[in-house]
């Protein structure tokens, strides 16, 4: 795929060999000009996979016939699979240094829930598991050597009083009565609205949409009430604790697009469709707040050896 033209269509050159966000781009095109194909999951596209032959299928994608046969009830070998975008890796994360530490001392984060900032805006395909095991080593060794040190956490009644807190809302979430929202009810919710309004592409008007809406369920959230009210295996208790955590998660990607006025790796803008380096060549760093939305801060891009260029795919490379 060659450069972004406007609005940020690109090139189809390299086709199906193309990096994944540039597939997912053109699906939302030509979504838009009515050539997706309807299905229980939502829109999709149909991968058509035929002209390679049983053969070659089961040498080389056999995984991928496994999955197809298994998930959607069509073989590869002689039917289009319908496929659509769905998150596959939340580029950001807890902020962290190279050696796993995050700013907590004694806390540190590795792989997917950690933003170590090796991939930037956008991830190089099959970096995910390189990432963990070398980060997921370095936090063990941090940890290791900070017990070793014989330090201790500064303001241990602060950190108790965090404990205190955390299993007050478990205790709170298990004594609900009379509420009339569901987990399921709202999650659902707010998946349509990252998709609609947060995703691969987005505008002001739609990402102020989604924060507000995101806010409304923040809001109703208090009024989920667990059927399951036991102490042991509890999946009901857990699942209303995953929730509460991703609605804290979408928020904190909202308000960060939202603030970030420009197109950079896989946030990508209709109403800004340029990268800005002057001003956002930063990380967006969202504060929590219990009861409010998180506030909007950043932290600098530290830039040691490459500097950042135009992405550009005419030599045929990421």
């Not at 496994?66 to 659509?84: A, E, F, H, K, L």
């Not at 609609?196 to 008007?205: D, Q, V």
Request: with cysteine; aromatic share 6%; charged share 25%.
């Amino acid at each position: 795929m060659g450069p972004e033209t406007p609005l940020g269509k690109p090139q189809l050159k390299t086709m199906e060999l193309g990096p994944r966000d540039r597939v997912s781009q053109a699906f939302w095109h030509e979504q838009r000009k009515g050539n997706a194909v309807p299905t229980q999951w939502g829109d999709s596209m149909l991968l058509d996979m035929r002209h390679l032959g049983e053969k070659t299928i089961n040498e080389r994608l056999p995984l991928v016939r496994d999955m197809s046969i298994s998930y959607m009830g069509v073989d590869p070998v002689t039917d289009p699979v319908p496929v659509r975008p769905v998150v596959h890796y939340m580029m950001g994360g807890i902020h962290t240094d190279i050696k796993a530490a995050t700013p907590l001392p004694g806390l540190y984060a590795a792989g997917e829930c950690a933003c170590v900032s090796i991939n930037g805006a956008n991830r190089l395909g099959s970096n995910s598991l390189t990432e963990l095991l070398v980060f997921g080593r370095r936090a063990a060794l941090s940890a290791m050597e900070y017990l070793q040190s014989g330090a201790r956490p500064a303001g241990d009644a602060a950190l108790a009083a965090l404990g205190t807190a955390a299993q007050a809302r478990v205790r709170e979430l298990m004594q609900r009565s009379g509420g009339t929202e569901t987990v399921a009810g709202l999650r659902k919710e707010m998946m349509h609205t990252m998709e609609l309004n947060a995703g691969i592409y987005r505008t002001g008007e739609a990402l102020a949409e989604a924060c507000a809406k995101l806010a409304d369920l923040r809001r109703r959230y208090r009024g989920v009430q667990l059927h399951d009210k036991t102490n042991v295996y509890n999946t009901d208790l857990l699942q209303a604790l995953e929730l509460g955590s991703m609605l804290d998660c979408a928020e904190a990607v909202t308000q960060s697009a939202l603030a970030r006025k420009e197109s950079r790796g896989a946030h990508q803008r209709l109403d800004f469709v340029e990268r800005d380096d002057k001003n956002y060549l930063r990380h967006s760093l969202a504060v929590y707040h219990p009861s409010q939305a998180p506030r909007v801060d950043y932290c600098d891009v530290v830039i040691t050896k490459s500097q950042p260029g135009v992405r550009d795919y005419s030599g045929g490379h990421e």
